[in-house]
Structures are given as C-alpha cells and as structure tokens.
C-alpha cells in the first residue's frame, strides 16, 4: 500500500524512471568503487565464499554501466521495462554488497577489511535512497537489501560494539526511507507541477493562435504553421495559398448587427473545414478574409480547389429568418512558382485578391508577375503624389459645360491633372485609384474643391462649377464642414458649387452619406447624379436626394453600342429629367451628329471635346470673357 500509484504517478512514471539513468558516470564510479574494494576484501579473506560472491559483485557491477549506456538509447522501449531492468541490476548488485559485507564479518577476516565493506556497504545504502529517490520503492529495496545481511550477521555476534552498530543501521532504515519518500515527494510534485505549467502554457498558446469567433486559427497561428509547413514540404511539392474575403459583408454587419455577421463568418469557416483537403490550414486572416493553404501537384489541381470553396461560399446561408447570399473573391499563389518564402508567397495572394476586386468581385485570379510591377508603380504613385501638392504639380483643368438650346457656358467641371517633372503628365486615371486606395484622396479632393471655389469665384455669377466626389471624401469626419469652409474662403456662394456623385456612393445605405447630401443640400449646394446607366440605376435615388441634374453615362453617347436603343434611353431620361425638374447632361459629345442627336432626344446640356478640352484656370476665365463680348456685341446688332 505504501508504494500504490495513481493517476498523476503514472502520468510522472516515465519521467522519474528516466532520472534512474541520468547519471551513467556515478554509477560507473560507484560500480568501481564496488569492483575494488571487493577484490580487495577477497584478496585479504582468502575464503571462496568471499571470493564468489565478489566476482558475482563485479560482474553485476559492470553489467549496470553497460546496460545505464546501452538502454536509454532503444527508443521502443517502454518504461516498465527500463525501470525492471533498473530494479534487476540494482537489487543484485545490493545484496551482493551486502552479503559481502556481512561475510567478512561472520568470517572474522581481518577488521581493516571487515571496516572497509561495512563502510562501503552503509555509504552505499544512504547515497543510494537520494540517487534512487524517483522510483522510491527501488531505492528502499536497495536499502533493505544492503542492511538486512549486516543485521543479520551483526545480531548473532556477541561483541556490544558490533551490536550497537547492528542498532544504528536499524534506526538508520526508518531515517533513510523518510529521506527517500521526501525526496520523491519533492521530485513527484515538481513534475506534476511541470506537466501543468506546460499544459497551461500549451492552452494558452492555442488560446492566442485561435479565433475565436470561427474556431479557425488566426493571424499569429497562420503564419506559426505556415512556418512549420513549409518547414515539412518535400523538395518536389507545391504549397497553394488561397486568399479570399467576402464581398459585401460589411452590409451583413450594418443591416443585421454584428452577431448576425459572426455567425455568417462561423458558417463560412465551417463550409471551407469541409471542403478544404484535410491537411490544409485553415485562418481567418482578420475581418471577413480567410486563407487556405495545402500542398498542390499544379496549378489545375488549385483551380479545382479554389472553384470549388468559392462555390460552397456562395451557396444561400440562412441565419434566423434571414437568407444570405453573399460572395467572395480570391486570390492564389503558389509556391515556389510565384515565391520562395512565405512573405513573398502571401504578397503575390494579396495582390491576385486585389485583382479579384477591381475585376469586378467574384472572381478568382491567380498571380503573375504583371501584377507585382503594377504594385511597385502604384507605390512610386503613393509616395510622390503626397509630395506633388507641396511641389505644385497638381494643377486644375476646367472643361465647359454647354446650354444646347444657347450654346453658352452654364457650367465648367473641375478636373486635376498632374505634370511630373520627370514622368510628364500622368493620367488621372493612374493616380486616382491610387489616392483612393491610400486615403489620400480626401486631402486631393479637399484641395480640388478649394482650388474650383477659388477659381469661379473670379467668374459671372450665373456660371457654377462642378467638382467630383469620391466616396471616401463623403465618408470622411467633417466633410460637409471642409466643403462649406473652402466656400466661405474662396466667397463663392454655396449654390454656385455643384457636386458630383455616382451611384456606388448611395449603394452603402450609409447614414452619413445622408448627413453629408442633407447638410449641405440645406446650405444650398447643388448635387448631381454622375455616369447615370452604368450602376442599378435606382429611381429611389432620384427621389431620396436632392439631385438637380443627371448627367448620362459617355457609353450612350460615344460608346460602340451607340443607336436605337441609347436614344431611347436618352429620351426616357430626358422626359423624366423635364418632368422632376432636373437638367440632363448628355457627356462625351466630340461631333456635331452628336450634338444634334441628343438635342433633340431631349438633353439641355452637353459637354465634351467637340465644345473644348479642359483647359487652365485663365484660358477658362478668357473663353468666358470672350463669350461675354460675342453676346453683347450680339445685342448692339440687334
């Protein structure tokens, strides 16, 4: 009952009867020690006995040293077996120390000898209960078997020095065995204590490389077993990382709340575990993006694979009373095809996902090196269009809008062009996706405002100017504010500034783009609808926000598919435009044809190459103060 185990001494077991094999060098020098001073107790007996028995200690002896070098290394064996080996050994060896011991006294050899064996065999039965502490039971037996022949031997002699010592091994038993059991106490909860720390540390460790509202690994536990997989990859495997997001989630989060869209999240998650390979790793990137990575033979094995993920994406999900359809746009690459280590491989992912999107969403792109070339263009963009504005390379380009009945100018639209010194001008159509993407659209629109107001504040007041807004300068803080400011600067009145929004503005349903339309609607600024019949079209937006004026897409105009049907569209939008009060500019006008045909479908405003290209501030001014001159000199003639 003394040496029952439990649950946590099994647990330990292994552990503890490793420590038994620790230290092969002290039980060499131990088994020296043996092997010498029992030649020696044989050499001075001359006795068989003692001769037998310290041949039998010897052999014992270095048969431990061979077994403590030997069975540590045979990994397959368990450890009831390491620790019976041990027990073996150590028990023979024991009580042949201690038989010997006993024999030189009941031989009465000479007492040198008799004190050299005693000493050792008593030395021996203390060190051993601290060495041998791990696996207690062997450390007592030792003990016992060392002791109980000298007791043995000690308490037939009749001489009161032999037995009082045969009393002082005696109660040196009781001391030994409690030295022993404390020690494996000691030993004991300082494994168990162990064991726990790492247990913890194992489930805070997961803990951190969890997300826990999917369940997938994040951001830390991706790139923790990415490491480790690349590590394990063989020389001829592919590893494809798929890089996906969600289209349109954050319309789930704002419509039906947030708990809604984790639980959208946890649903997709639990579709990718499904369908994903089973050694694949699984993330949730952060936000609504997740990523999948899993060795590949090819690239058509991967598309496979991704056609079949975003299939089960976009299958209908359906979250209390709501049915969800949404879908998801990815990005693939594939190492080492596209990168030799993860940093490079997770780029080339980003930016095939980023070509996703600007496809037009729902589309799965694998990488190619065009794309990293158009990456390192877009951040010489980034980087010199913030120092553009300090350097005055931006500059604003004024393009007239035309009365088709009177062939005035009602209006100019401010547009930015930029000179570099060294690249000479750059198209607005390479820096601006490039601003809006960096957010430093909302300082490039802000100063394009300010500088217009400036600029037709020198013009006739019935002349207004119209600027376009992008979608992050309307959700920015205190944009109606920097709008007003600008005006109250430049002292142009409000109603002289009309702002151009498209239809991907209002697709959000963001209750500040209302604030923005309603704030500065009530200061008078005019709003009107840009590239109507490219988006859904909605008439809801023609009758929720204040647009005085719609300006119809070029594509109706100039496009290929110019003809019957663009006139009539032309025409409908125009009769609805007369009837709500609202003006139509028909844009991208370049010949006369042109002109006339969406005159007479009903346009009251043209702009396009045929009336004038953009032009500086002052060739603006002087096209106004020459048209100013023609008619008044009109009215003298008449």
Request: aromatic share 2%; charged share 25%.
């Given at each position: 009952m003394l040496f029952r185990t439990n649950a946590l001494d099994d647990r330990v077991r292994k552990i503890l009867v490793e420590t038994l094999y620790t230290q092969p060098a002290s039980l060499a020098i131990g088994a020296f020690n043996g092997i010498m001073t029992s030649m020696v107790a044989a050499y001075v007996a001359e006795r068989q006995e003692v001769t037998v028995t310290a041949i039998l200690l010897s052999i014992?002896?270095?048969?431990?040293?061979?077994?403590?070098?030997?069975?540590?290394?045979?990994?397959?064996?368990?450890?009831?077996?390491?620790?019976?080996?041990y027990e073996l050994g150590a028990f023979a060896y024991a009580l042949a120390l201690g038989v010997l011991a006993a024999q030189t006294i009941a031989f009465n050899v000479e007492p040198v000898a008799q004190l050299l064996m005693a000493c050792n065999a008593i030395g021996y039965a203390v060190g051993i209960a601290a060495r041998n502490a791990g696996r207690p039971a062997i450390a007592i037996g030792q003990l016992l078997l060392v002791v109980v022949p000298l007791l043995v031997v000690l308490s037939i002699r009749n001489e009161l020095a032999l037995r009082v010592l045969a009393i002082s091994i005696l109660l040196l038993i009781p001391a030994m065995m409690s030295i022993t059991l404390n020690v494996f106490r000691t030993l004991r909860n300082s494994v168990a204590a162990a064991e726990t720390s790492a247990r913890l540390a194992e489930k805070m460790q997961t803990l951190a490389r969890t997300d826990v509202v999917?369940?997938?690994?994040?951001?830390?536990?991706?790139?923790?077993?990415?490491?480790?997989?690349?590590?394990?990859?063989?020389?001829?495997q592919k590893l494809a990382l798929f890089w996906m997001d969600l289209d349109k989630f954050k319309e789930v989060n704002d419509a039906l709340g947030h708990q809604v869209g984790d639980r959208l999240l946890a649903e997709v998650a639990s579709r990718l575990r499904q369908v994903a390979p089973e050694d694949?790793?699984?993330?949730?990137?952060?936000g609504d993006e997740f990523i999948v990575a899993?060795?590949?033979?090819?690239?058509?094995?991967?598309?496979?694979?991704?056609?079949?993920?975003?299939?089960?994406i976009t299958r209908p999900i359906r979250v209390d009373e709501d049915r969800l359809e949404i879908a998801s746009s990815m990005g693939i690459a594939i190492l080492p095809d596209d990168g030799e280590d993860l940093d490079t491989l997770m780029q080339c992912a980003d930016l095939a996902l980023y070509r996703s999107k600007v496809n037009g969403r729902?589309?799965?792109s694998f990488y190619d090196p065009t794309m990293s070339r158009n990456l390192v263009r877009r951040r010489e963009i980034e980087a010199e269009l913030r120092l553009a504005l300090q350097r005055d390379e931006l500059s604003i380009f004024f393009q007239p809008i035309i009365d088709l009945e009177t062939g005035r100018v009602r209006a100019f639209e401010a547009l930015v062009r930029w000179f570099h010194p060294e690249k000479g001008e750059l198209r607005p159509d390479e820096f601006i996706p490039v601003?809006?993407?960096?957010?430093?659209?909302?300082t490039l629109g802000n100063w394009i405002t300010s500088q217009a107001a400036h600029a037709a504040a020198q013009w006739p007041e019935d002349v207004t100017i119209a600027v376009n807004l992008s979608p992050l300068q309307i959700?920015?803080?205190?944009?109606?504010?920097?709008?007003?400011?600008?005006l109250r600067e430049a002292k142009l009145a409000p109603s002289r500034l009309e702002l151009e929004i498209t239809e991907t503005v209002l697709l959000d349903h963001s209750q500040n783009t209302d604030n923005f339309i309603n704030e500065l609607g009530e200061a008078g600024v005019r709003f009107a609808l840009d590239d109507f019949g490219t988006g859904y079209s909605s008439l809801g937006y023609l009758n929720k926000y204040p647009f005085s004026k719609i300006k119809v897409d070029r594509s109706f105009v100039s496009g290929i598919n110019v003809g019957k049907k663009s006139d009539a569209i032309i025409r409908a939008v125009s009769e609805m435009g007369s009837r709500l009060g609202m003006e139509i500019v028909a844009e991208g006008l370049e010949t006369i044809?042109?002109?006339?045909?969406?005159?007479?479908?009903?346009?009251t405003l043209g702009q396009g190459y045929y009336f004038s290209r953009p032009v500086p501030d002052y060739l603006a001014a002087m096209l106004l103060a020459q048209e100013r001159k023609d008619y008044q000199s009109q009215r003298k003639v008449g």
């Open positions: 014992v002896a270095a048969t431990r040293v061979a077994m403590a070098h030997i069975l540590p290394r045979m990994k397959n064996l368990e450890a009831e077996r390491l620790e019976l080996f999917t369940g997938l690994l994040n951001r830390a536990g991706l790139n923790h077993d990415l490491v480790e997989r690349l590590g394990g990859l063989r020389h001829e694949a790793t699984v993330a949730r990137f952060g899993c060795p590949m033979n090819d690239r058509s094995e991967a598309e496979i694979l991704a056609l079949t993920m975003i299939d089960e729902k589309q799965i601003a809006e993407e960096t957010g430093a659209i909302i959700k920015a803080p205190g944009a109606a504010l920097g709008i007003l400011k600008a044809d042109q002109v006339e045909a969406v005159r007479m479908a009903g346009c």
